[in-house]
């Protein structure tokens, strides 16, 4: 078992920036890939970004890549979203997960944190 508490999160106006942090409880969080995922109102939750259990590799969604930045640090236990040039569009409740390997599908995730809102005004 693995626990994950989300934070970070707020509202902001578009162009700016917000990081969000994730912070692991349990099982050694060097044995799980971590990703990011957000759900819009009305929508279905989508993959935004993933590292691998080192932190050597990395996976980002179209939408924003070039943008948002996934980091860890593993004596931590935490895993990192910097988000920059923010967007209306990025506006969802943001969430990490937890899985043996670092995928872009959600279905293969394990453990989930409770959710942190992100908001962009325009």
């Known amino acids: 078992q693995v626990q994950l508490v989300e934070s970070g999160g707020g509202l902001v106006q578009a162009g700016g920036s917000l990081r969000l942090s994730c912070t692991a409880s349990?099982?050694?969080?060097?044995?799980?890939?971590m990703g990011w995922f957000r759900q819009a109102p009305g929508k279905e939750r989508e993959f935004v970004a993933a590292?691998?259990?080192?932190?050597?590799?990395?996976y980002y969604a179209d939408s924003v890549k070039g943008r948002f930045t996934i980091s860890r640090d593993n004596p931590k236990n935490t895993v990192t979203l910097q988000m920059n040039s923010l967007k209306p569009e990025d506006t969802a409740v943001y969430y990490c997960?937890?899985?043996?390997?670092?995928?872009?599908?959600?279905?293969?995730?394990?453990?989930w944190g409770q959710g942190t809102q992100v908001t962009v005004s325009s």
């Open positions: 349990g099982r050694t969080f060097t044995s799980y890939g």
């Open positions: 590292i691998s259990r080192s932190g050597g590799s990395t």
């Open positions: 997960a937890a899985a043996p390997y670092y995928y872009r599908d959600l279905r293969k995730y394990d453990y």
